[in-house]
């Protein structure tokens, strides 16, 4: 009894029960752990080792990785008897405010494994150098050399990007903090090529008629008058010059106004194109970006050209 009651007080933890509901889905190693629960590291390493040592979690280590995956007990065991209560318990929750979060967050960490690597046959076999940035950077050699304005850059890893085919970069946030972190990048990375401002979507640092592509990419969502934000990157365009726009799709995960600050849950590809041709822009496309069965969020790419 002593030991049923051990096998019961592992279960009785709200953090443990999240780590099992993910690891139901894939196998995943500890920093993907990590991102996906939103808790320390230390914390999702010790509930892994207690999960390990009591049955219901394996370790396999590939490619310098150390994945974590469930334990398939035989059907004599008593633990497999209790894998289909677990599940039919977490389709109970999903609806549950914590296990979207954890859901929309499994989600990305599956997308930036798709973009890195595709998958060959089995799909656990990764193929090293088939990967999507590095497809992206390579498309950047057809491109012209143009003066390039990230509206909204955030921790600059887009405007680092770019800098590798525009002439020039103009990362522009309005946070001092974040800024400072996309200094830091663009020095590991050894860029020269970018200016970094200090300004908000509404009222950019920038002269009119001076760069050939701006770029809105997730950061549109932030803004508290997108027609605004959308009039102002048109305003800083060259004639000829393109808007780039990488947004959400229309939502219902509310959870991300509180935790992330955005001001809308995304937008229709109806509003999108309106809020570039509203910008005086021609040539307007919206098209889906990027979009995984299950994942809440789409992505929409819109453009426009200034006449």
């Not at 752990?33 to 390493?45: C, E, F, N």
């Not at 050939?212 to 990419?217: C, E, F, P």
Request: with cysteine.
């Amino acid at each position: 009894m002593e030991r049923t009651a051990s096998l019961f007080r592992l279960l009785a933890d709200p953090a443990r029960l999240r780590l099992l509901r993910v690891l139901a889905r894939d196998r995943f190693n500890g920093s993907e752990l990590t991102k996906i629960l939103g808790l320390a590291q230390s914390g999702v390493s010790r509930h892994l080792g207690l999960l390990r040592r009591g049955g219901f979690v394996a370790e396999e280590r590939e490619g310098g990785f150390l994945y974590y995956r469930l334990v398939e007990h035989p059907p004599a065991d008593p633990r497999a008897g209790l894998r289909p209560l677990l599940d039919a318990e977490f389709d109970a929750v999903s609806r549950d405010r914590q296990v979207r979060q954890d859901e929309a967050r499994l989600q990305e960490v599956l997308r930036l494994r798709k973009e890195s690597f595709d998958a060959h046959g089995d799909t656990r076999q990764l193929v090293p150098g088939r990967s999507w940035a590095a497809w992206a950077r390579a498309l950047g050699h057809l491109l012209p050399a143009t003066a390039v304005a990230d509206i909204g850059c955030g921790e600059g890893y887009l405007a680092v990007e770019a800098a590798a085919w525009a002439s020039h970069v103009v990362g522009i946030d309005r946070s001092d903090d974040v800024l400072e972190r996309a200094k830091g990048l663009a020095e590991r990375r050894r860029v020269t090529n970018i200016e970094w401002k200090k300004g908000d979507l509404m009222r950019l640092p920038l002269r009119d008629a001076t760069i050939d592509v701006a770029m809105l990419s997730q950061s549109l969502h932030h803004a508290s008058d997108p027609e605004r934000a959308a009039a102002e990157a048109a305003r800083i365009l060259r004639p000829r010059g393109r808007l780039l726009i990488l947004d959400l799709k229309t939502h219902t995960e509310a959870w991300v106004r509180p935790r992330f600050g955005d001001r809308h849950l995304g937008f229709s590809q109806f509003a999108l194109e309106n809020l570039v041709r509203g910008a005086g822009l021609t040539d307007v496309r919206v098209t889906t970006g990027a979009h995984r069965p299950g994942d809440p969020f789409t992505v929409l790419i819109a453009s426009g050209t200034k006449p």
